[in-house]
């Protein structure tokens, strides 16, 4: 299908530039500065577009192309350094300024030209950069200009456009526009929906797999039931297994509302393993927070290799709920130089090593970005509860117990947690929101019920605004609401004496407690 190149290096945005062209339809694959580009490379590309960088052209290490890309023909779109590098390249001057150009600025079109199509003559573009063009390369026009710099170019002959603004981001007005025409300039087809998604899927997949039985382990997560729901609609659901381990350590009616979406869906192979006591079993005595975490994912580890090998399937694949982002971020062949930010909690297990080592695994949503993940997932029924979950960490409510995690505590944190979640749905705030939580501290404090003097368990909840993990706001809850579900938790749930709110943004804080 027509696609849009993204030759990534290494700029922060990288990524949202691909998110809004496919959010006009437009099909678009990210790629590193130096992928070879080779026929079979350049088969369906319409357009190239060179990304960011957090260098500067004449850096030591900075990253190049090849200039064979602006002989190639296709039309080429240069953002920020990516217009200083072919400004460089070719036959331009590039300068560092004395005051780096941040935020918004405003701009002015000098000309008409198909890439402002519809786009007003002044608007406010968004700005980071630390060197500007101070001469243009050979054959090049100014099309806007800022205050004080070139803000962008075109060399029509050779259909190559600059722009030195972010139009990727949100901040930069009439961006998604900008993206868009640059698409209609390539002739790139608007045809990237979800039902094509799932046709190309359903092909790669089917003949991939043909008649073996496929293995997918489902953690109760958006990505892995999502992934689960589409393969039960592009394979014959026989050939589908499920797996799912209730390690005792999740949320309130977790396990029975997974299951029953993937039944309803049409599972004929659900697995489902109660592991609760070996959970437990293994956590007893530990309060050390990397003790704990060690525990249960060697649990994890373990209790996954036997009740796999009970399966007694033969040379099966391993189906994963790999994103997008995911293949980007663990720089496997995709934009090897986007900060890596998949975060060291997800480990492969020995299971997905083997079965990737033996080309055996299977990706159904590996080229997907969240959101479409979760649209993809409405769309084939999985429910709202699952497909607009919070994340959730795999060692589960085991990192939510401060301390020595009993059964007892478990319960005590399930019925609070519960009664909180609910209220921010309730309350229309749980999709603000993007990640909540309650921790039980390992301390009690005095409190009165009726006459007697009591000690309860502390609990904090714990709110934050986020758009991957890395970096975390405190959610700033109207007072009435934290009064309310206050509470609320402390009526319904005798065991938690005392309610707190966790006010530390990451960083310094992590998100989680432990
Ligand atoms: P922190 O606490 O490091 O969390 O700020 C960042 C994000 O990662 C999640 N998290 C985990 N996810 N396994 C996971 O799959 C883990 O061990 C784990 N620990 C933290 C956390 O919930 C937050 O979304």
Redesign the pocket.
């Known amino acids: 299908m027509d696609t849009i190149l993204i030759l990534d290096f290494g700029g922060q945005t990288c990524q949202l530039i691909g998110r809004r062209l496919r959010e006009v339809g437009i099909f678009s694959e990210i790629a590193p500065h130096d992928a070879p580009l080779n026929s079979a490379r350049l088969k369906n590309v319409k357009g190239i577009i060179l990304s960011g960088s957090p260098y500067s052209v004449y850096e030591d290490g900075a990253p190049h192309v090849d200039l064979q890309l602006f002989t190639l023909g296709i039309p080429i779109l240069g953002i920020c350094y990516g217009f200083q590098l072919m400004t460089h390249l070719c036959g331009g001057r590039v300068e560092s300024l004395s005051v780096k150009e941040y935020g918004r600025v405003p701009l002015t079109l000098q000309t008409g030209n198909p890439l402002f199509d519809g786009v007003p003559s002044g608007f406010n573009s968004w700005m980071s950069h630390g060197d500007s063009i101070a001469a243009l390369a050979p054959g090049f026009e100014i099309t806007a200009v800022s205050d004080n710099h070139p803000a962008a170019a075109w060399n029509p002959e050779k259909r190559i456009w600059g722009i030195q603004f972010h139009p990727e981001t949100s901040h930069n007005e009439f961006g998604t526009q900008i993206l868009a025409n640059f698409g209609r300039i390539c002739n790139a087809a608007q045809d990237w929906t979800l039902d094509k998604v799932l046709e190309l899927e359903s092909h790669k997949i089917r003949e991939r797999v043909g008649k073996k039985d496929v293995l997918l382990l489902i953690s109760g997560g958006v990505d892995s039931t999502v992934a689960g729901a589409m393969l039960l609609k592009i394979l014959d659901p026989a050939q589908v297994h499920l797996m799912y381990i209730d390690t005792g350590l999740m949320r309130k009616y977790e396990s029975e509302e997974v299951a029953g979406i993937l039944r309803q869906l049409g599972a004929k192979h659900l697995h489902l393993i109660q592991a609760e006591k070996r959970f437990l079993s293994a956590l007893e005595g530990l309060s050390d927070p990397e003790a704990k975490?060690k525990a249960i994912g060697d649990t994890f580890i373990r209790v996954q290799e036997e009740e796999v090998s009970k399966l007694q399937l033969n040379d099966y694949f391993l189906a994963q709920g790999t994103l997008y982002t995911d293949l980007i971020e663990s720089g496997k062949g995709v934009g090897k130089k986007a900060q890596v930010i998949k975060?060291h909690?997800?480990v492969g297990t020995p299971l997905v090593e083997a079965k990737r080592a033996a080309g055996l695994i299977v990706e159904p949503l590996e080229m997907l970005y969240k959101d479409e993940v979760r649209a993809l997932g409405e769309k084939l029924g999985v429910g709202e509860a699952v497909v607009w979950r919070h994340?959730?960490?795999?060692?589960g409510l085991g990192?939510r117990i401060l301390g020595e995690v009993t059964r007892e505590k478990c319960d005590i944190l399930r019925d609070a947690d519960w009664i909180y979640i609910n209220e921010l749905k309730k309350r229309g705030l749980y999709r603000e929101i993007w990640?909540a939580f309650s921790v039980l501290l390992p301390v009690r404090s005095v409190g009165v019920t009726g006459d007697a003097r009591d000690y309860g368990f502390v609990l904090a909840l714990r709110a934050v605004v986020s758009k991957d993990?890395?970096s975390?706001d405190v959610y700033p809850f109207p007072m009435k609401d934290l009064l309310e579900i206050s509470s609320l938790i402390t009526n319904q749930v005798r065991a938690v004496g005392r309610v707190t709110y966790d006010i530390s943004s990451?960083p310094p804080s992590?998100?989680?407690w432990e």
Do not use: D, L, V, Y
């Not at 994340?391 to 060692?395: H, R």
């Open positions: 975490r975060s909690h997800n994340p959730f960490p795999g060692p990192i990640q993990g890395m975390a990451k992590t998100i989680e």
